[in-house]
DNA sequence: CATGTTTCCTGACAGC
DNA sequence: TGCTGTCAGGAAACAT
C-alpha cells in the first residue's frame, strides 16, 4: 500500500515523465468514490492546463497547475491587461491500491481505470484503482487565494483536511516539534503515528518497521515514552523512511511505481508481514496483535 | 475533545 | 472447477 515512500517515488517519476506537459482533454469514469470535487470542477480545473511540477505532500501525489494569461484570456471573451495566470492543484491520494500511471494512449486501458488525461504528446495520465479508496480532487489557488492577505481563506477545503491539515512532514518535524505530537496522549504510539492530522504519511508498514528500529512496543501508550525512547523513534522514523525512498518504496500486494517498476524496500522489513518468523535480531518469532484495528507486527523481545 | 469502532471496496486465498 | 467466506487497510463517519 502506498505511504511516503512509495508516493514521493511515484511522484517524482511522473514528475520526470510529464513535467511541462498540457493537458488537452480529461475522461472520467462513472464510479462516484474517488472524486472528492465534482467532475465540473475536475474538468475545469484540469482541462488545457499546463503541468509546473509534480511532488509529494504527505500521502498525497500535488499536481501543481497553470494556466499562462493568454489562453486564458483566448477561453474567456474577458480581456484584463493585467491577469495573473491562473493557478491550481490537482491532488491525487492513491488509498490502498491507487495507482497513477504515464504511458502511450493506445496501450490498452486497464481494469478499474477512473480517470485519463491526454496529453500533448501521445501520452496520457491514468488512475487506476481497484478497491476505489483512492481520492482526486481539484483546488483553485486563484480563487481561495484572498487579494490582500495572500493567506488561503479559512475554511476553503475542510474535504482536504488531510493534506492543508494540521499534521507535519515526518522528514522534517525537529525532534521537539516531534514530541509535543505525543504530549499527554493515552492511545497507543501505533495509533498516533498513523494519525495523519498529528503526521503525514506513515502507514502501517513504516509505522511498525520505525517501531521496531526504536525498540518501541506498538501499544505503549504515546504521552508515556520517555525523551530517550521519543529520541530513538523520531530517528528511526527518518531513517527508515530515507531508506526506504532510496530504495524505491516497498512493493507488497501490488504496488509499482509511475512506470510500473517494483520497489525493493520490502526486502529490508524486519517484522512487517513477518508473523512467526524469526526476528532478525534475537530469534524470537515475530508476534502480529490488533492496534488501531491494524494487522501489528512487532519483536516481543527487542521492544519494550 | 479524545479515543474506539464501523464502513467503504475488490482481489486473493482457504476450504470444501 | 467454482462457490462461499474471510481478510486486508486509509481515512471518514459514527459511537462512546
Same mark, same amino acid.
Given at each position: 500500500m502506498p505511504e511516503l515512500p512509495e508516493v514521493e517515488t511515484i511522484a517524482n517519476g511522473v514528475d520526470q515523465r510529464v513535467r511541462g506537459r498540457t493537458i488537452l482533454s480529461l475522461w472520467l469514469g462513472s464510479k462516484p468514490e474517488p472524486f472528492r470535487s465534482t467532475p465540473a470542477e475536475l474538468a475545469h480545473a484540469l482541462t488545457g492546463s499546463a503541468i509546473e511540477r509534480v511532488h509529494r505532500v504527505g500521502k498525497h501525489i500535488v499536481v501543481d497547475l497553470t494556466r499562462d494569461p493568454i489562453a486564458a484570456r483566448r477561453r474567456s471573451t474577458a480581456a484584463p491587461t493585467k491577469s495573473q495566470p491562473w493557478r491550481g492543484q490537482w491532488l491525487v491520494h492513491l488509498g490502498m491500491t491507487g495507482r497513477l500511471l504515464v504511458c502511450q494512449a493506445d496501450e490498452p486501458t486497464p481494469k478499474h481505470t477512473h480517470a485519463i488525461l491526454q496529453l500533448d504528446d501521445t501520452r496520457e495520465i491514468r488512475f487506476v484503482d481497484s478497491r476505489r479508496f483512492g481520492r482526486l480532487s481539484v483546488l483553485d489557488l486563484s480563487a481561495e487565494v484572498a @487579494? &490582500?492577505?495572500?493567506?488561503? %481563506?479559512?475554511?476553503?477545503?475542510? $474535504?482536504? *483536511?488531510?493534506?492543508?491539515? @494540521?499534521?507535519? *512532514?515526518? #522528514?522534517?518535524?525537529?525532534f521537539d516539534a516531534f514530541c509535543a505530537l505525543f504530549r499527554g496522549r493515552r492511545t497507543p504510539i501505533k495509533s498516533? #503515528?498513523? &494519525?495523519? %492530522?498529528? #503526521?503525514?504519511?506513515?502507514? &502501517?508498514?513504516?509505522?511498525? *518497521?520505525?517501531?521496531?528500529?526504536?525498540?518501541?512496543?506498538? $501499544? $505503549?501508550?504515546?504521552? $508515556?515514552?520517555?525523551?530517550?525512547? #521519543? *529520541?530513538?523513534?523520531?530517528?528511526?522514523i527518518q531513517s527508515v523512511l530515507r531508506e526506504a525512498i532510496a530504495l524505491g518504496g516497498s512493493s507488497v500486494s501490488d504496488y509499482v511505481d509511475a512506470s510500473g517498476q517494483k520497489g525493493f524496500f520490502q526486502l529490508e522489513h524486519k517484522v512487517y508481514l513477518r508473523t512467526g518468523e524469526p526476528c532478525l535480531v534475537c530469534q524470537t518469532p515475530v508476534r502480529r496483535i490488533l492496534v488501531a484495528g491494524r494487522g501489528t507486527h512487532f519483536c516481543p523481545h527487542c521492544q519494550h
Open positions: @487579494p &490582500n492577505t495572500g493567506k488561503r %481563506k479559512s475554511g476553503a477545503s475542510s $474535504r482536504d *483536511e488531510g493534506f492543508l491539515g @494540521p499534521g507535519q *512532514e515526518p #522528514l522534517d518535524i525537529s498516533a #503515528l498513523l &494519525n495523519q %492530522k498529528l #503526521l503525514h504519511g506513515v502507514g &502501517n508498514i513504516y509505522a511498525d *518497521e520505525s517501531l521496531f528500529r526504536a525498540g518501541i512496543r506498538p $501499544r $505503549r501508550q504515546a504521552g $508515556r515514552l520517555t525523551a530517550k525512547e #521519543l *529520541e530513538c523513534l523520531h530517528s528511526a
